[in-house]
């Protein structure tokens, strides 16, 4: 706290209980302290017997808000008015100065006055700011320091920063624009300090560089003018900057919505290093599953809460897909994705190709005679096998263990598209759009205002009790609606959750017996994180006096709370139950954060670092573009979600320009072609399909190149045949089939093999037909899979084949006088 007025010291005696910061600390002895100017309880609860207790926030009865100078106040519970509103506390007078305390019951109303000092001192625990003016823009200034003097940038700190090296992990493709570029697009402002203090850390690298300088210079004119003068700039390598960069975004996460300012694109700065820093304790890793640190609560509570959750969703019309094992098997070639792939089965290595591009879960799986029986995967030991591999995220690097194949199959059959029946308090799977999520969290913040908890390492809390619980519930309450074999399939999964076994094949080179937590890799992990989640939640507002509405995804939960009073519940139901946070980042009454967008502001997406970062680096495990289309459209994806967060326009079209021009050149085609692929209309093979997509030119896919991989000669992929008879089966083309399987094939081997795809652009002759595919574009989209992967998009089926929809039967009459119908289809749905 910033206090600017001079006061005599004259002592109040207040005994500590409790260290100031902690939530609730045992053994500890109580003590006298005298309080002064120089130390004032922020939290503190007061004795029948009128004394006063220092505590943490979870036990606080008051709350230090701020401090006045009249003579005529006294030591004591009062009331007046603040800010606009009237508070109900206590005083504690220190000769002329008096400190006042806002109760924690008290309902916090509209005033960003109020809110901003509740949210930064009361609930974060933000030590400095204007205590006499907490919504002026000047306090970020306290969090970010101040900066060493630097000049503007010499000719050689330019040349410097064009030649940084890429990261040890970038690979070519993954370069989508390097600091060269950056200065062409922001042409003109890179003669300011910020240039120089990058070009002097010793290990920024391209995407660091031009993913920070891209969002610096993208700031608006007030918050520039704050980061400028940061202190960050004056570390020399990027691990320094990133741990000061991110200090200080956790202080304007705490003042959102608190101040007129939009502080968004400060959210979350840290990020901007891009890739480039963090290695994985492995050590820990293992500590973490061998004695893990769970929350306390019994196999019973969890089963009761998650049969709650599943009923609800049956009141809704929510429930899985019936489905026998004939009908799964024939469909995998739709349902599986092309992930890694492991086996601790020996009799699946002959299935298992070598080949990097083709060994995944899909190729496997095709593989597999179409003859495969649930028993083969079934009559199993039920176990969980794991594999760790690492994954490069914006600032940091962290573990991942992909899931044996086994234990994936029969878990995506017998809980088939299991996020899609959680309720509506779950905006997860199909749900996660913006316009639901949207809404979901209004529904929260009805008469509420946001609290945003943050769990720390939400898979690591979780004990094998409580994950069989879910899965155990989920079976009880659908049991009507599945299947035996779907059952039977459960039953395994359930059992497997048991023996637990993880092979680090990348740290210790050892394997060891996991006794709890989830895996991340596991096909349940978003749907056990998210009902746990909803678990845990009830067990946080246990003992309030009225019901307090969340929404969950997976370890993300927003709250809508009225007083500091229900933080306090959650600080010591936590403590009670074990349910550990990251306290720092638990912000209240001011930011609605949830799935990384702050709700309560307009505008769409997330952050302007992530936009930024993003947009100049692509994620590690991506691979390279092979169409021109793909590589094309996920550049538009990137800028749109870049300047939905602040780039300006300007900016975006010279880095469009380079892009394209740079993409056209390795798919043979010209900056011109690029132009037209973009902005024309879907239905005739652009990008476009807004009202403004032009209608001009027929575009077609065009073999450039295709490599051969050696392994798939002569190999033989049933579930290729499987899901050809499948379809048109359920479309009534019999006489299609080989045409089906003709496009799922080419599809299937898009996919596989390294190629390059161009397009042939012609000019239309016959508007007519180009405007009834326009009119009748994606008309049929409701009977699309919930769950579709790429491939399935390449063929263009994505018709969810087990839907009962009776549009279905509108669909086939649509496509069976046509002489393509995937074309027609992949058009239509």
């Not at 590690?620 to 979600?641: C, F, V």
């Not at 037909?769 to 919930?786: N, Q």
Request: glycine share 6%; proline share 3%; charged share 25%.
């Amino acid at each position: 706290m910033m206090v600017n007025q001079d006061f005599e010291d004259t002592g109040i005696v207040t005994t500590v209980s409790y260290e100031e910061q902690d939530i609730i600390t045992k053994n500890k002895k109580p003590y006298n302290r005298t309080m002064t100017h120089n130390f004032v309880p922020r939290y503190m609860r007061v004795s029948k017997k009128k004394n006063i207790y220092l505590t943490g926030l979870a036990e606080a009865d008051y709350v230090f808000v701020t401090v006045r100078n009249r003579s005529t106040d006294e030591t004591g519970e009062a009331s007046w008015t603040w800010r606009g509103m009237v508070m109900h506390g206590y005083i504690l007078k220190l000769g002329r100065a008096s400190y006042m305390y806002m109760s924690t019951k008290d309902i916090i109303t509209g005033s960003p006055y109020v809110k901003s000092t509740i949210a930064s001192y009361a609930v974060v625990g933000m030590t400095d700011y204007y205590y006499n003016d907490p919504t002026n823009i000047k306090n970020l200034e306290l969090h970010f320091g101040t900066s060493n003097s630097h000049n503007s940038p010499s000719k050689r700190d330019i040349e410097h920063l064009i030649s940084l090296p890429t990261s040890k992990i970038t690979g070519e493709h993954h370069t989508h624009y390097n600091v060269a570029e950056m200065l062409l697009a922001f042409k003109g402002q890179h003669h300011d300090k910020v240039t120089t203090a990058i070009s002097k850390m010793t290990n920024a690298t391209q995407a660091f560089a031009s993913g920070t300088l891209g969002w610096y210079w993208s700031l608006p004119v007030d918050l520039k003018a704050i980061v400028r003068e940061a202190d960050m700039w004056n570390e020399t390598t990027v691990e320094d900057w990133a741990k000061k960069a991110k200090y200080a975004s956790r202080f304007c996460k705490a003042m959102q919505n608190c101040i007129e300012a939009d502080l968004r694109p400060l959210f979350e700065i840290d990020v901007l290093s891009n890739r480039g820093i963090g290695e994985i304790n492995w050590v820990a890793e293992k500590e973490h599953r061998v004695k893990p640190d769970t929350v306390n609560v019994t196999y019973e509570e969890v089963y009761k809460e998650a049969s709650i959750v599943f009923n609800r969703a049956q009141i809704e019309g929510r429930s899985p897909p019936r489905m026998s094992w004939e009908t799964y098997w024939n469909n995998r070639w739709q349902y599986t994705p092309t992930g890694s792939i492991h086996s601790q089965c020996d009799e699946d290595a002959q299935y298992i190709f070598k080949e990097r591009n083709i060994k995944n879960k899909f190729m496997t799986l095709i593989r597999m005679p179409n003859s495969t029986t649930l028993s083969y995967f079934t009559g199993r030991n039920p176990e969980t096998h794991a594999w760790s591999s690492d994954k490069w995220e914006w600032g940091k690097k962290r573990a991942i263990y992909g899931v044996d194949l086994t234990t994936f199959v029969l878990t995506n059959f017998g809980m088939h598209m299991c996020e899609e029946v959680l309720p509506g308090d779950f905006p997860v799977g199909s749900k996660s759009n913006d316009d639901y999520v949207s809404a979901a969290v209004n529904e929260v913040l009805r008469d509420n205002s946001p609290y945003a908890f943050d769990f720390a390492d939400f898979n690591a809390q979780h004990k094998t009790g409580a994950m069989k619980a879910v899965i155990h519930a989920f079976r009880d309450v659908f049991a009507g609606k599945l299947t035996d074999e779907q059952i039977e399939a459960i039953n395994w999964v359930h059992a497997a959750h048991n023996t637990v076994w993880i092979h680090d094949n990348m740290g210790l080179k050892e394997t060891y017996k996991s006794n709890g937590t989830l895996l991340s890799g596991h096909r349940l992990t978003t749907f056990i994180n998210s009902t746990l989640n909803k678990v845990y939640s009830k067990k946080l507002i246990e003992g309030s006096h009225r019901y307090v509405k969340s929404v969950h995804n997976g370890d993300d939960i927003l709250f809508g709370i009225r007083s500091i009073s229900e933080c306090s519940l959650m600080r010591r139901n936590a403590f009670k139950y074990n349910i550990r946070a990251q306290q720092a980042k638990c912000a209240a009454f001011g930011i609605a954060e949830f799935l990384r967008v702050d709700h309560t502001r307009k505008g769409n997406g997330q952050y302007l670092t992530r936009g930024m970062a993003t947009l100049v680096h692509s994620r590690i495990e991506s691979s390279g573009g092979k169409n021109i289309s793909d590589s094309l459209e996920a550049n538009e994806m990137r800028l749109l979600e870049a300047t939905d967060r602040g780039l300006t326009k300007s900016a975006a079209e010279m880095l469009r320009y380079l892009y394209n021009k740079r993409v056209s050149a390795i798919f043979e085609h010209t900056t011109e072609d690029a132009y037209v692929i973009v902005n024309t209309h879907r239905a005739l093979g652009g990008l476009s399909s807004g009202n403004k997509a032009l209608l001009e030119h027929d575009i077609e896919n065009v073999l450039l190149e295709q490599g051969d991989i050696e392994e798939l000669e002569g190999v033989s992929l049933p579930g290729i045949a499987a899901f050809a008879n499948a379809t048109a089966s359920r479309l009534d083309l019999p006489e299609k089939r080989e045409q089906i399987t003709k496009a799922i094939t080419q599809a299937t081997l898009t996919m596989a093999l390294p190629r390059r795809t161009g397009k042939a652009i012609t000019k239309i002759t016959n508007r007519g037909e180009s405007l009834i595919k326009v009119g009748l574009y994606k008309c049929f989209k409701d009977l699309r899979a919930k769950a579709t992967f790429g491939q399935a998009k390449m063929a263009g089926v994505v018709l969810a084949l087990n839907s009962d929809d009776d549009r279905i039967e509108l669909l086939k009459m649509t496509i069976s006088k046509v002489e393509d119908p995937i074309k027609w289809l992949s058009l239509l749905v």
